[in-house]
């Protein structure tokens, strides 16, 4: 029977063990927090499943209770304790696939020693920059295949854009097939915003990026409209807003002026995560971006956070 670990119970880690349970085959399932009330709310919102009847789950609070081997882990703890979680699990147990949430590590210093455990333990990783797995955005991707100068928007209220920059950032270096991005801190709110876990920031104001292919533009205002945006790509012939709240997408074409406007499915966690699995078990590979090439936007990212911010401490969860 195949061994799944989920390490980190929280809002994020209950919402992966809801998609686990989806999977249509009998299952060993270990879920690792420390907090036994989490662990409470994992078991409650994996009770709420209906294809839990072949999935043996367990609760543990400690990851040297996990099996020697394990098929898939999880980590989805917040991003300080990240790297002691992989070394311990890495320490106890042989894995064959990871995932990593983002943002995967506070400090600069961490990535190398992160990147130099699993190439010497070859254990195949990927970071959970959703987006590359909705099939829509690989639609998208085909329209702007030969178009240049391709602009990414996206404008919204306190949409928590120092944790959630690094989606972007991914999704547009996806959709134009570009590897590196110069980012530019000049617009950023200097005031900080406080995340609403505590020891971690957020902040307001405009991120900006560069490609030879184009340019980013993230704007996240600070108003009392929660959490939302608006995302809209462009180049010098088309023209693609989206609305992922909504679950829309308006593809216009700026030669012919034919407009579309279509409904697209937004996959939330709680029914991805067994399809990553799936693509892992059946081809050895899946849609979200390696560790390796993560790694490198997540380090961009990263520098031009910690030269804005100067002196001042701030972390990103």
């Given at each position: 029977?195949?061994?799944?670990?989920?390490?980190?119970?929280?809002?994020?880690?209950?919402?992966?063990?809801?998609?686990?349970?989806?999977?249509?085959?009998?299952?060993?399932?270990?879920?690792?927090?420390?907090?036994?009330?989490?662990?409470?709310?994992?078991?409650?919102?994996?009770?709420?499943?209906?294809?839990?009847?072949?999935?043996?789950?367990?609760?543990?609070?400690?990851?040297?209770?996990?099996?020697?081997?394990?098929?898939?882990?999880?980590?989805?703890?917040?991003?300080?304790?990240?790297?002691?979680?992989?070394?311990?699990?890495?320490?106890?147990?042989?894995?064959?696939?990871?995932?990593?949430?983002?943002?995967?590590?506070?400090?600069?210093?961490?990535?190398?020693?992160?990147?130099?455990?699993?190439?010497?333990?070859?254990?195949?990783?990927?970071?959970?920059?959703?987006?590359?797995?909705?099939?829509?955005?690989?639609?998208?991707?085909?329209?702007?295949?030969?178009?240049?100068?391709?602009?990414?928007?996206?404008?919204?209220?306190?949409?928590n854009l120092a944790?959630?920059?690094?989606?972007?950032?991914?999704?547009?270096?996806?959709?134009?097939?570009?590897?590196?991005?110069?980012?530019?801190?000049?617009?950023?709110?200097?005031?900080?915003?406080?995340?609403?876990?505590?020891?971690?920031?957020?902040?307001?104001?405009?991120?900006?990026?560069?490609?030879?292919?184009?340019?980013?533009?993230?704007?996240?205002?600070?108003?009392?409209?929660?959490?939302?945006?608006?995302?809209?790509?462009?180049?010098?012939?088309?023209?693609?807003?989206?609305?992922?709240?909504?679950?829309?997408?308006?593809?216009?074409?700026?030669?012919?002026?034919?407009?579309?406007?279509?409904?697209?499915?937004?996959?939330?966690?709680?029914?991805?995560?067994?399809?990553?699995?799936?693509?892992?078990?059946?081809?050895?590979?899946?849609?979200?971006?390696?560790?390796?090439?993560?790694?490198?936007?997540?380090?961009?990212?990263l520098k031009a956070?910690?030269?804005?911010?100067?002196?001042?401490?701030?972390?990103?969860?």
């Amino acid at each position: 029977m195949e061994n799944i670990a989920i390490i980190g119970a929280g809002q994020l880690g209950s919402r992966h063990l809801q998609a686990i349970s989806l999977l249509c085959k009998s299952l060993n399932i270990f879920v690792v927090d420390p907090c036994e009330k989490s662990l409470e709310i994992a078991n409650k919102r994996f009770l709420d499943t209906d294809f839990r009847h072949n999935k043996n789950v367990f609760y543990f609070q400690e990851i040297s209770r996990l099996p020697n081997e394990l098929d898939f882990v999880i980590i989805a703890t917040s991003s300080i304790p990240r790297l002691g979680v992989l070394k311990q699990l890495l320490g106890h147990a042989q894995v064959k696939y990871l995932l990593l949430e983002k943002f995967l590590f506070p400090h600069v210093w961490e990535y190398k020693e992160a990147e130099i455990l699993l190439e010497k333990l070859n254990t195949k990783t990927y970071v959970n920059c959703t987006r590359r797995a909705w099939p829509f955005y690989h639609e998208v991707r085909k329209l702007f295949l030969n178009e240049k100068n391709i602009v990414l928007t996206v404008e919204g209220a306190n949409w928590n854009l120092a944790s959630n920059a690094i989606h972007f950032i991914d999704i547009y270096l996806f959709l134009t097939n570009e590897s590196d991005i110069e980012l530019n801190t000049e617009l950023l709110d200097n005031e900080l915003q406080f995340n609403k876990r505590p020891g971690y920031i957020e902040l307001t104001g405009t991120l900006q990026g560069r490609t030879p292919k184009g340019k980013i533009t993230l704007s996240s205002i600070n108003d009392q409209n929660q959490g939302e945006f608006k995302i809209k790509i462009e180049s010098i012939n088309k023209r693609v807003e989206i609305d992922e709240f909504n679950e829309k997408i308006n593809i216009y074409n700026k030669k012919s002026g034919e407009n579309k406007i279509q409904e697209i499915n937004i996959f939330m966690q709680s029914h991805l995560t067994n399809t990553i699995y799936e693509q892992l078990k059946n081809e050895d590979d899946c849609k979200l971006v390696t560790f390796k090439e993560s790694m490198r936007h997540h380090l961009t990212l990263l520098k031009a956070i910690n030269d804005f911010l100067g002196e001042r401490e701030g972390v990103i969860t």
